[in-house]
Every structure is written in C-alpha cells, then in structure tokens.
C-alpha cells in the first residue's frame, strides 16, 4: 500500500523564540559547530512533470492537495528573510522547487533577492520554460541555472519524468541558459539503477567538450512516496569507474569547503563531472545548507520530519530582531546527520516530500 505523502505534521513546533527571544552573539554554528552558508528557497511545490523518484503520479495525481496561493511566502517576505540570512552569513541561494520556473513573475523575484550584496543566486530547474524565461532572467540578475536531466534517450526520459515531455525540450533549455549568460550550466542526473543507469556513458560523451558540468546524483530516500530501496541506488565509485573505462578521470579539489559534489575531470581536457554520494558517502559534518519552504517553513536538513515556522512569526509582525533571532536560535539548535546514521528503518520514517521542501 502507498504511504500518503506528508509535508509535516500539523503540530510542527513553533519557534521557541515566539515567547523567548535569544540574543545573537558570537559566530553563528550549530551543534555541531557547522555554520550557515547556503538558503534554498521553494517557490512553489507545483510541478508540470511527474519524476517517478520525487512526485510519483499515482500520489501527486490531478487531486493532490498543493498549497492554495494564500499559504505562499509573498515576493516581498522571501526577501525579507533572504535579507536576514544573509546578515547571518548567508552567501549562496538557490531558488528551487517544485518547478520554480512555474511561479508567476520569477524574474521579479530574482530581481529583488539580485539586490542583496555578496550573494550568488542560483536555480534548479527541469529546464522545459529556460527558452521563454532564460534571458529575463539573466536580466533580473540570476547568476547561473542547474538544469536537472535523467537521460539522452526519449523513452527513457518519458518514463522517468511521466509526463510526456521529450529530451529535446530540456537540451533546448540547456542551451538557452547558455545563450543567456546563465552559464556554465550543471546537469543533474539521478541515477536509478535499472531504470536509466544504462545512459552513464552517453550521458557522459554527450556532455564532453560542452562547457556544461554534468553531475550524478545517488538516488535518494527522500520523502515517503518515491518507493526507495538500496538495491537501486548506483554508488558513485561505480560511475565514477564506468566512464573512467571510456574516457580516463583524475580527481580535483573542490571548488570551496563543503562542496556537495565530488569532482573529476577528463584528463584530455574535455571537461569535468561531479558525483553527489547522498547515500554512500555523507558529507553531513560539512552541511551548511537551510532551506525554506514555499509555507515558510525552516528545515534544517533534507530528511527533516518537521519544520519552524517562521511564516507565523511573520504574519505576526514580528520585527527583524525577533526574526533575526529566532533564525540564529533554530540554527543553533541543529543536529542534523540524517546521511550518516541511514538504516533501512530511517528510510521507511514519513519524511517531507522534496517538492514541498525544496530540492
Ligand atoms: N524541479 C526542479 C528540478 O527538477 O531541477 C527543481 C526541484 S528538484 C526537487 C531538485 C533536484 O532534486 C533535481 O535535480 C532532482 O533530480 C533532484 N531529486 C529529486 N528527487 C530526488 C531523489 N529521490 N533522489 C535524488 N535526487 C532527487
Ligand atoms: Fe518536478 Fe523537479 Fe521533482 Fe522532477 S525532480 S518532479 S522536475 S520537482
Ligand atoms: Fe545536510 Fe541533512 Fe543532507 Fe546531511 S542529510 S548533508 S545534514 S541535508
């Protein structure tokens, strides 16, 4: 039997600081002395594909319950609190989804979050609306695009997404965010093992001397609704291997500390890939991301059961002080480690979905 997704108990503590607000001082870390770098913010748990790892039809179909538009942070309270973050050390923000490009008026979103200093703002995107919008975006001052991609092979793709849409919709998506200045563009491919694991290697010559950094991903036990099981996740050593064979890698450093995705490069100088081990190999004790969720709920971590929710303080007038520390508080009290301390029990547990929390 399907469990019914949830996105977080009715219950959800609400922030301590609603009747105590606590003085921010000193470096802001949390339990486990991890500071906060990166926001991903949801702007909308809506989405025009199906994925079958993240909103499977039969549980997100036509009578799903999305959020009414009166429950979504407004334009003007994201930026509000994305202002907060950054003052609290915020430096890269990552507007997600559900679809985000299905949220009405984007780019002046990014346009008023553009306007906040030292930030890198970025998005995830399944690609399809990037030839529409990719260029008022880029206007509105969005650095660059992640461009999610499970295969090269239409019948594949069809199956994993579910709902219809052909490869050549998101190449051209990839190649307007491109053309638009959101480069250089990451590809984001799930793997699944046994549903397109197959497409590695294409997946890897296709994207050779592109210029695009294409990027695997460990499937994962997010939410409760994806069906997860160990068999089907393919270890990143083993892509890592199966394009060695064809085209020789060799390892390099990370970009910055913290840095979620291993990376390797051709060593003809065709490029670079990276690998997201979420499952086989955790980087838990370098997790400095936060992610808001399109309610204006904080979630700590990924795999998180519940959520604070700053929208009631928000709604409640609370002002930047209030906010600012009940913001500094939830962080501090984090513990986070979900990836480390995985078991088969853990990824049965109700879970939030992806969509609503933000990917
Ligand atoms: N709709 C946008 C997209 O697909 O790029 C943004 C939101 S999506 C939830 C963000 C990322 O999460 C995508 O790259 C997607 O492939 C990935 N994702 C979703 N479910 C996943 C799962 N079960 N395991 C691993 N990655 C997953
Ligand atoms: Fe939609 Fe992205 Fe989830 Fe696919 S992964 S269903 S595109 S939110
Ligand atoms: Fe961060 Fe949670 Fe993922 Fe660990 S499991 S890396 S704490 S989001």
């Known amino acids: 039997m399907r469990v019914i997704p949830i996105r977080d108990a009715a219950t959800s503590p609400l922030l301590p600081e609603v009747t105590a607000p606590l003085a921010v001082d000193g ?5 486990r002395g991890r500071s906060l770098r990166d926001l991903r913010i949801s702007v909308t748990d809506r989405c025009n594909f199906r994925c079958i790892y993240c909103m499977p039809r039969e549980v997100f179909g036509h009578d799903y319950p999305f959020l009414p538009r009166e429950a979504l942070l407004s334009f003007e309270e994201i930026t509000r609190v994305a ?6 050390g915020v ?18 979103l990014i346009e008023m979050l553009a306007g906040l200093d030292g930030v890198e703002l970025t998005l995830t995107t399944n690609g399809v609306l990037l030839p529409r919008l990719a260029p008022g975006l ?21 199956r994993m997404n579910d709902a219809d849409f052909p490869v050549a919709r998101v190449l051209d998506g990839i190649a307007a965010a491109r053309d638009a200045g959101l480069g250089p563009v990451k590809v984001n491919m799930v793997v699944k093992r046994g549903t397109n694991d197959q497409g590695i290697e294409a997946m890897a010559n296709h994207f050779r001397h592109s210029g695009h950094i294409l990027r695997f991903i460990e499937f994962m036990d997010v939410g409760s609704s994806n069906g997860w099981k160990m068999d089907e996740v393919l270890p990143s050593r083993e892509v890592v291997a199966r394009i060695d064979r064809l085209f020789p890698l060799e390892p390099i450093d990370p970009n910055y500390e913290g840095e979620v995705a291993e990376r390797w490069r051709y060593r003809d100088g065709a490029g670079e890939i990276g690998v997201i081990s979420s499952v086989t190999h955790a980087f838990c004790s370098t997790c400095t991301r936060l992610r808001l969720s399109t309610e204006g709920k904080l979630y700590t971590c990924l795999f998180a059961q519940n959520g604070h929710d700053l929208r009631a303080l928000l709604r409640a007038g609370a002002d930047d002080e209030r906010l600012h520390a009940a913001i500094a508080a939830v962080w501090r009290q984090r513990e986070d480690r979900y990836s480390e301390i995985r078991t088969a029990a853990t990824a049965a547990a109700r879970k939030i979905e992806m969509s609503y929390i933000g990917g």
């Open 91 to 108: 430096r890269k923000i990552r507007i997600t989804g559900g679809e985000p490009l299905l949220r009405k008026d984007l780019p002046r």
């Open 27 to 31: 470096p802001l870390l949390d339990r």
């Open 83 to 88: 202002r907060l973050f950054v003052a609290q």
């Open 138 to 158: 880029k206007a509105a001052g969005l650095h660059r695009v992640t461009v999610s991609l499970d295969a090269l092979d239409d019948p594949t793709f069809r």
